[in-house]
């Protein structure tokens, strides 16, 4: 299983961005997927999560700004960044916990893509 993000780049304050996370591979169901994002000298935080019967979470930080879709026949998961900040520049990842064809649950991490937030 793979998990493939997209979407990151420089973006003004007050701006939008839409990240993308395209999972493929032997997978029989996505029980739910996470957007984390990691800023220079911090750790790695929740920013949200969708899991398979549409709930979605949002740190404090980002609710009412980003939100978290999901294209279940594609297998793919959008991040929608609206009124971007700069205090929202991170690399953001992508994770899922996937039921794989074999009958295993395994967690998955893509790899970051770079969001900038100029003021």
């Known amino acids: 299983v793979q998990l493939q993000a997209s979407g990151g780049g420089l973006e003004q304050a007050g701006g939008s961005l839409r990240l993308s996370c395209a999972a493929s591979?032997?997978?029989?169901?996505?029980?739910?997927m996470a957007w984390y994002r990691q800023a220079p000298g911090k750790e790695r935080e929740l920013v949200a999560t969708?899991?398979?019967?549409?709930?979605?979470t949002y740190a404090d930080s980002v609710r009412g700004r980003f939100t978290f879709s999901r294209d279940n026949a594609k297998n793919t998961a959008h991040l929608q960044m609206n009124s971007l900040k700069p205090e929202d520049t991170a690399v953001y990842y992508c994770?899922?916990?996937?039921?794989?064809?074999?009958?295993?649950?395994?967690?998955?991490w893509g790899q970051g893509t770079q969001v900038t937030v100029s003021s």
């Open positions: 994770h899922a916990v996937v039921r794989t064809r074999g009958g295993l649950v395994r967690s998955y």
């Open positions: 591979g032997t997978i029989s169901s996505i029980n739910r």
């Open positions: 969708l899991s398979n019967d549409g709930t979605t």
